[in-house]
């Protein structure tokens, strides 16, 4: 099967780029082959900077052809308006005086209902970073199984509060939840929501801020993606002022309601950037579309070194350690991870508490 395996990526090499969007069309072994090669060649090569981005050419300028594919996208969004508030529980809090401050919200979910050692890792770089941080969970959470914190005392130091929802969903239904229950927050001077997806911060985040701010984005995320829409990956994005107040803000998370369809959830993240974008308010990404290597591979997977190490993206995808959709290589991940002071105990104790293994360790699932 290896041996059949490179013999398709040697012949796909061959065919060029104008062939790839025919050859991911191809189930699984499509898309293998070519984060192969691109792995192989580590495309791009030199970094793409910080900027404002177009999601569409000629969108920011209104023009009529921007505006109507713009829409025709969005096709898909919800119609009817859904309230959460009956589903959002405050399970613990020690105040939401949010108003003018910096905001975090993580999306969590775990199966044992438990806020992982490098949850709480994550959130404390946040707080060092100066965010509020709330946790934002699909069931009762707690440090042990069985245990939900119940009152401020019990409350991590890394978190003000913690909210749960009680109807079905992904990370947007978790979000929705934490603006219902705590309104204030549209009155931050910043928000940032996040998951608990990633293994962070690989290194300090405040560069990566710095260079954002220094933009002038209403909004802005770590990597713009061409993977199905153009989008802003949701696992890391920045609100401003202007975007929180604004209108088309304020009619998105309207929208957003219960899920059970993984497939279907995505498309809150597909749209949501896009939305905003189409109603005026201006994006910037970390990390730009130039270096994403194919539209059609999501470059978190196929890109990660690049991304880690040249764009100084801090960030790993939980899924590509322990998944890794496309195959690509992680011989090397570990040392790097380690080079740049990143504990990755906790990665190999999250994996040994769900039954995983990660795939840098060398060693497959079930071997």
Known sequence: MLKLRQMIVRGIRRCGPLCWPWIASFPKIGKYALAQILANERYPRRAALPALVELLPGLSQGRPEALALADFLLADMPRAPFDIWPYAIVQASRGTEFRGRKVAVIAHWDQDGIID?????????????????????????GLQPGRPITTPEELPQAFDAIVHRTCPGYDFTSWKAVLCALPEIFSASELLLTNDSIFAPIFDLRPMHDVMNALACDFW???????????????????????????????????????????????????????LARHGLRPGAYSPKENQPAPMLNP???NWEFLLEQCHAPFVKRDLIFQNPYLVSLEHMEGVLKSHGYPVDLILAYGARTGQVPYFSGKRPGH
């Open 117 to 141: 050692p490098y949850v709480l890792h994550y959130a404390e770089a946040l707080c060092k970073l100066g965010y509020r941080v709330v946790l934002a969970s699909d069931m009762p959470v």
């Open 221 to 275: 995320g770590l990597v713009e993606s061409q993977d199905r829409k153009p989008h802003l990956q949701s696992y890391y994005l920045v609100f401003s002022p202007v975007a929180l107040t604004s209108l088309a803000f304020a009619q998105y998370w309207d929208l957003v309601g219960p899920q059970n369809d993984k497939q279907k959830a995505i498309s809150y993240e597909l749209n949501l950037s896009l939305w």
């Open 300 to 302: 978190t997977h196929c």
